[in-house]
């Protein structure tokens, strides 16, 4: 009997197979894009059922260069898959399995290249769990990847899970995981990378009592270094740093202070060469994917940045990524081809969002260029320019802001969780730009809204992390057209769902709604979004002049 696989895409070889399912390199059978799929052995039980979905909406949540992309989970029947991010590179284990011990420098640059990617996990509330050698990546330009999820959890939860010979000494006692659980995983893997051996061992019992009870055996660590690691590998969670990005900020310190202000660049370049050595087994070269790749390499190892990625796989998809949430069998697509859900219980009343209490016929208004707009907005509100690229902006508006932390976590998005509204133009909508040909495109005519390749940053009604992943767009209440300045636009309003995690990981729609109003210009290719209910809004845009 043939092995059931996702539709749409030929497999190129099989990566890897073991008791939970096995891993196939792909390609979209039109646009011969690469990806790697994720299968979950068949007749799986519930419980491993679950974890499945839950890998999949944690690292759903998680967008960041040094972690693989989630694209898709596909549900059919009793068939699971996870459609993501064919990453080209050799496994930091090889690395070390042919070196042993590395050059300070490259054990640095790949301890910080992971540490950015464990930043953007815990900013998402994420803690991995499983950080080793095994899980990271690392391209032929000396950048790392952060890989599988299948253990990672929401912050707070306790659990055993993990690889023991990294594990921290509150995993080892069953306690909640914390961001710093990560960061001693990941300091004692650095551990590994400059002495050649691991910190404790040789056998279980070892390892357990080394971890939960011996000192740090720093004698072996560049002496430079040894503060880093003593910090990063304290048994009481209370004492490391809270986080990878105050960890990252701490190495950051160090290794400018013991190396110089060019540390990393000399670092990323000696891990490249390290890397470029294994380029004839990298995936997509192996499957002759990416011809050329390894001559890349060897450029990228004498210092140009040059990688054989996942360039065009969500354009390829033909769908922007989706997680498959609560309600549905399979993995479905709406005219924007976001992921779906069917409600199961009659719709609660719409929440409305915090926004500004004041009217802009109530304040003096001032011209403001944002974009190609000239508006005229009331005092207080404030404009911020979203990307180097093109001419994106979000427009703060005063008012009670419902996450603060939201403020800080999201400040280049389009909504960072307080009352605001947009003017996206097409570098932000990826019609244009380098990530053109490697994202799809944000918007398309007639649909809602959507922000990236998953279910979105932020529920205005409720934009805590902890309690919403973000929204989907649930249906259509009006259409027609609006006045922006002398210009006819599209206008739609568009009833969101907010959609939630539990501490499972499983995903489901949830209570708080709200309205999604959108302005599109097609000549001018600009968009204008609001979620707030930005009070005015429509009379400030009719009153729009065109710069």
């Not at 749409?8 to 990806?35: I, K, M, N, Y």
């Not at 693989?68 to 989970?73: I, K, P, V």
């Not at 032929?140 to 890989?147: E, N, P, R, V, Y």
């Not at 995903?507 to 708080?512: K, L, M, R």
Request: charge should be positive; include cysteine.
């Amino acid at each position: 009997m043939s092995e059931w696989r996702v539709s749409g895409f030929d497999e190129v070889r099989e990566l890897g197979r073991g008791a939970q399912g096995r891993v196939v390199l792909a390609r979209h059978a039109e646009r011969g894009a690469p990806v790697a799929i994720k299968y979950l052995a068949p007749g799986a039980d519930p419980a491993a059922r679950d974890r499945f979905r839950r890998e999949a909406a944690l690292l759903g949540q998680v967008r960041d260069p040094h972690v693989a992309r989630l694209y898709r989970l596909v549900e059919h029947g009793e068939h699971m898959a996870i459609v993501m991010e064919a990453v080209d590179g050799v496994s930091y284990r090889e690395i070390l399995g042919r070196y042993g011990a590395l050059d300070p420098l490259a054990a640095l640059a790949a301890l910080k290249g992971s540490l950015r990617g464990l930043a953007a996990a815990h900013a998402a509330g994420v803690v991995h769990r499983d950080y080793k050698p095994a899980n990271v990546i690392v391209p032929a330009d000396g950048g790392s990847k952060l890989i599988d999820f299948g253990v990672a959890t929401v912050r707070g939860e306790a659990s055993g899970a993990g690889t023991p010979l990294y594990m921290a000494p509150e995993q080892w006692r069953g306690e909640p995981a914390s961001p710093a659980t990560d960061v001693y995983a990941a300091t004692c893997v650095f551990y590994e990378s400059v002495t050649g051996r691991r910190p404790y061992g040789p056998d279980r019992a070892a390892v357990r009592a080394g971890h939960l009870t011996r000192p740090v055996p720093v004698e072996d660590v560049p002496e430079p270094l040894r503060p880093l690691v003593e910090r990063g590998m304290a048994k009481d969670p209370r004492d490391r740093p809270a986080g990878a990005a105050a960890f990252a900020g701490e190495l950051e310190d160090a290794a400018r202070s013991a190396y110089g202000a060019d540390w990393e660049a000399r670092g990323l370049r000696t891990l490249a060469g390290a890397a470029v050595a294994f380029a004839a087994v990298f995936p997509l070269v192996a499957a002759g994917l990416v011809p050329g790749a390894a001559a890349s390499g060897a450029a990228a190892a004498g210092g140009t940045a040059a990688t054989a990625g996942s360039s065009g796989v969500l354009s390829a998809l033909g769908t922007k990524g989706a997680v498959a949430v609560a309600g549905t069998a399979v993995v479905g697509t709406t005219a924007a081809g976001i992921g779906v859900y069917q409600a199961t219980r009659p719709d609660p009343p719409e929440r409305r969002v915090a926004a500004a209490t004041s009217s802009p016929a109530a304040l003096p208004g001032r011209p403001v260029n944002v974009g190609p707009l000239r508006l005229t907005l009331p005092e207080g509100w404030r404009v911020t320019k979203l990307a180097r690229e093109g001419a994106s902006y979000r427009v703060d508006v005063p008012g009670r802001c419902p996450s603060a932390e939201g403020r800080r976590v999201y400040s280049h998005l389009y909504n960072n969780a307080c009352p605001s509204f947009a003017v996206v133009d097409e570098y932000g909508l990826f019609w244009k730009g380098p990530e053109a040909n490697r994202t799809e495109a944000t918007y398309r005519r007639g649909s809602f809204f959507h922000p990236s390749n998953d279910v979105g940053h932020v529920c205005p009604p409720d934009p805590d992390p902890a309690r919403h992943i973000g929204a989907l767009g649930e249906r259509r209440v009006r259409q027609g057209t609006a006045r922006v300045g002398n210009r006819t636009a599209e206008y739609y309003e568009w009833r969101m769902r907010c959609v939630r995690a539990d501490t499972q990981g499983r995903v489901s729609p949830s209570d708080p709604r709200f309205t999604q109003r959108t302005w599109f210009l097609p000549q001018s290719r600009i968009l204008v979004v609001d979620e707030w209910g930005t009070p005015g809004l429509d009379r400030i845009l009719e009153r729009a002049t065109w710069i």
